[in-house]
């Protein structure tokens, strides 16, 4: 059973809709990380959460502890977002290190 | 801004080769990790590093895996025989605080084992 499990694995929309990725986790965690990772294969950190919900210009990340449930949402979508959208969680059992989710692939058409 | 380099971007080895992956982390940067992507899969944590000296690696990191800081400035993976299995892309990341706080990865290294 995977311990991180994203939703949905693909997403096709228009341009200028609202983005709205999902990562459920079955483990005890201390953190969660949001990550895109672009065509080409880079990746860039776009949050980390332990709690509540964090904004950076389009992006919104929400994490419910209880719930073992984070959100990542883009609002006014371009085609620029189009990307793997991935969720790492830092586990908390044994030995300290982050699990990765499948990635979500996000197409966004013009 | 300052940004984690990766060489080299492409590496192709024959089976049992060694291969060294070199990274070289932002500057002010204390905490260093390698992650693996097969091809089509999700990325694996492989090992972190700090104060010179590993602190985490997972049970993909056996034997065949070291790293190293020789010089204070790269940080390299060393694969001592390759397999086929072995091939993916390797991420390097680097991290300025606290353990796993926000990271910034490398562009990768994609290593083919043939």
């Known amino acids: 059973k995977n311990e991180v499990e994203q939703s949905p694995q693909n997403l096709t929309a228009q341009e200028g809709e609202f983005i709205t990725i999902n990562c459920s986790y079955s483990?005890?965690?201390?953190?969660l990380h949001w990550l895109q990772q672009h065509p080409g294969g880079g990746i860039v950190s776009l949050f980390m959460?332990?709690?509540g919900k964090k904004k950076h210009g389009r992006l919104i990340a929400t994490i419910n502890i209880q719930e073992k449930h984070s959100s990542l949402h883009i609002t006014a979508s371009h085609p620029r977002d189009s990307a793997v959208y991935i969720c790492a969680v830092l586990i908390i059992q044994g030995a300290q290190k982050l699990v990765f989710g499948q990635g979500t692939r996000l197409t966004i058409n013009p | 801004e300052p940004e984690v380099t990766q060489t080299p971007s492409h590496q192709v080895t024959q089976m049992g080769q060694e291969v060294i992956l070199r990274c070289v982390p932002i500057?002010?940067?204390?905490?260093f990790y390698w992650y693996r992507q097969i091809l089509g899969q999700k990325v694996e944590f492989l090992v972190s590093f700090y104060n010179n000296e590993i602190s985490e690696k997972s049970e993909i990191f056996d034997d065949q895996f070291s790293v190293e800081r020789p010089d204070g400035s790269n940080f390299t993976l060393k694969i001592r025989s390759t397999k086929l299995e072995d091939s993916a892309m390797y991420f390097c990341a680097s991290g300025r605080d606290r353990a796993y706080n926000e990271q910034f990865f490398g562009p990768g290294t994609r290593l083919t084992v043939l």
């Open positions: 483990v005890g965690i201390s953190a």
């Open positions: 500057s002010n940067h204390l905490y």
């Open positions: 959460l332990s709690s």
